[in-house]
């Protein structure tokens, strides 16, 4: 009822969404980088509350299941293989006993996170409300850090072992369709949506103007807790000491250098930079998925498009778990907790 | 953007969206007792209300951050959230002084504890003693948590503490530092980075996730510091794990 880590990837850490509730206590949100993919991966794997799903950066992890397993992919497809055999991405699959899931690295241009959910979420230990993984802080996910070699981590359900009922199982989970609504498709935009910040009145026309034509590349000094832009450099007309207060996931700050940066998942809760835009909810994934090196662009966007763009998905995905209310049927016919 | 003030008193407020998913309101642009006091009373308005769709309610100097969850079939969109809040407010907000707990933080000054207390005394022109002295004042505030889980800003010292952060902020400050800057104090929960003039050092535990609270000290705490010498940093320190 484990899986046994082999190769531990570039940054593998569990994720859920996030560590929210204590902000005014200095905690970081964390959770996933990209909600969309790993909410979907989760709805695949069968699970219709939010688990955990092990995020996956770049370069992949090789894992082997010590029990027979339901799971699925979504997100940037980092070639997957099981047991040497390509496998499908936004599928529910099977795995039996000693079966060798591997991950390859992330093709160019084609996403660098992707999310491994299993049926019945992995058996980690809540810190604060969260499974979250807050690696600066070392705590939530597995033992507060990123996998490491030899890492066992157990699963939560146990399906049958007998090779008849895990046949029956895969072939009936492979006759389900899955579609993607366009609301949860997660194509690449030209152009990354934006909402002025609360500073937004005070940088110069240029710096404004820059923000919405320029073209900005997303800096090798970019993590989980922030991505800086390198791009022209932004300004406010009359600099002053801003003080610390809330900070949000798509908050771009400009510290008195002048390079902005994206606040991300790991950010700090509090943040005393000036802050010249907000990038959309729908469009945190598509930034998420995008590495160094890559660029990005800006447009502005009124508020009510912003929240009614996030209502739209929220509906697709409400919608996607009625749909999948099959997968779940299925599996909890043969499993037990 | 909504600009308004309570029929109650002169306090005046802004709301303003964060993105699609927070709000800012605005008591202020100082830092100011009777404005961290203003943050912490209507952030107490406003977890009390149980807000639906408001997931966190986060203080800071002058303003507080409202986060939301804008979608699902209570969810309110920005003009709904605001305009409730705006409801709440102008019911009437006077300045907390009441729902923060009274903590005394014992602090060992000077030495290897606090490698700029010389500094500091230099900077103001005053005596070792005398920087302790201030610092032990009685009527300190803590008016938010931020940086780091349990990492708290507090204030408002005397004038005479209002040196600047260092120029140079050093990579690794040792947990439990107590360090000061522009009159005010942070105390470190765990190694970390830092920029500020490390006076001296608290043998208590700032974090423990697996506590609750899981921070010795919240928003709206009253802060006094008391000194220790080396002996009793240890036997407290001991005491403490």
């Known amino acids: 009822m484990s899986i046994t880590v082999i190769k531990p990837g570039l940054l593998s850490t569990f994720q859920d969404a996030g560590r929210t509730g204590h902000q005014h206590l200095g905690m970081p949100v964390c959770g996933v980088m990209d909600t969309r993919a790993h909410r979907l991966a989760n709805l695949l794997a069968g699970n219709d509350r939010d688990q955990a799903t092990l995020e996956i950066t770049l370069v992949g992890p090789t894992l082997r299941f010590e029990a027979p397993a339901c799971f699925a992919i979504a997100g940037a497809d980092l070639r997957a293989t099981l047991n040497g055999t390509p496998i499908p991405c936004y599928r529910p699959l099977i795995a039996r006993t000693g079966d060798v899931l591997a991950f390859g690295s992330a093709a160019p241009d084609a996403g660098v996170r992707t999310y491994l959910a299993v049926y019945g979420g992995y058996a980690l230990t809540p810190v604060l409300g969260s499974t979250s993984t807050y690696v600066r802080g070392g705590l939530g996910g597995h033992a507060g850090r990123a996998l490491a070699k030899g890492d066992t981590v157990e699963l939560q359900a146990v399906l049958p072992t007998t090779e008849d009922t895990l046949s029956n199982l895969a072939q009936a989970l492979w006759q389900i369709r899955v579609y993607l609504t366009s609301a949860l498709a997660g194509r690449s935009r030209s152009h990354l949506r934006l909402l002025p910040g609360v500073h937004w009145d005070e940088f110069t026309a240029d710096s404004r103007n820059d923000l919405l034509n320029a073209e900005f590349r997303i800096s090798t000094q970019s993590d989980r807790m922030g991505y800086r832009l390198d791009g022209p450099s932004l300004a406010m007309t009359t600099p002053r000491e801003i003080l610390s207060e809330a900070t949000e996931y798509g908050t771009i700050q400009v510290p008195s250098g002048g390079q902005a940066i994206v606040l991300m998942a790991d950010r700090q809760s509090t943040g005393g930079y000036p802050k010249i835009a907000q990038v959309i909810t729908v469009d945190l994934p598509d930034l998420a998925q995008r590495r160094p090196g890559q660029t990005v662009r800006f447009a502005l966007v009124e508020l009510n498009e912003a929240q009614r763009l996030d209502c739209e998905r929220e509906e697709a995905f409400t919608q996607l778990q009625e749909t999948l209310a099959q997968i779940r049927d299925v599996l909890e016919r043969v499993a037990r907790d | ?241």
């Open chain 2, 1 to 241: 953007m909504l600009e308004s003030s309570s029929p109650s008193s002169s306090t005046a407020w802004r709301i303003q969206p964060q993105g699609d998913r927070c709000l800012m309101i605005y008591f202020g642009d100082q830092i100011d007792m009777s404005i961290g006091r203003l943050c912490l009373a209507a952030a107490n308005v406003l977890r009390q209300a149980n807000l639906p769709g408001v997931t966190d309610v986060v203080p800071s100097f002058t303003a507080l951050g409202v986060f939301y969850q804008p979608h699902g079939r209570h969810g309110p969109c920005y003009a709904d959230l605001a305009a409730q809040i705006e409801q709440l407010l102008s019911q009437g907000i006077t300045p907390d002084t009441q729902t923060g707990r009274d903590v005394d933080i014992p602090v060992c000054y000077g030495g290897e504890y606090g490698p700029d207390l010389d500094e500091v005394a230099r900077h103001a022109g005053i005596s070792v003693d005398e920087v302790i002295a201030l610092h032990t004042q009685p009527g300190n505030l803590v008016f938010m948590l931020g940086f780091a889980p349990g990492l708290p800003y507090i204030g408002v010292h005397d004038e005479r503490l209002g040196i600047p952060r260092r120029a140079s902020p050093r990579t690794a400050v040792p947990a439990g530092s107590v360090a000061v800057a522009n009159r005010q104090s942070v105390l470190y929960p765990s190694r970390l980075p830092g920029g500020w003039n490390i006076i001296g050092a608290t043998p208590l535990s700032l974090f423990d996730p697996e506590r609750t609270p899981s921070t010795l000290l919240q928003p709206g705490d009253r802060v006094h510091f008391v000194p220790i010498d080396p002996t009793e940093f240890s036997r407290l320190r001991e005491a403490g794990q």
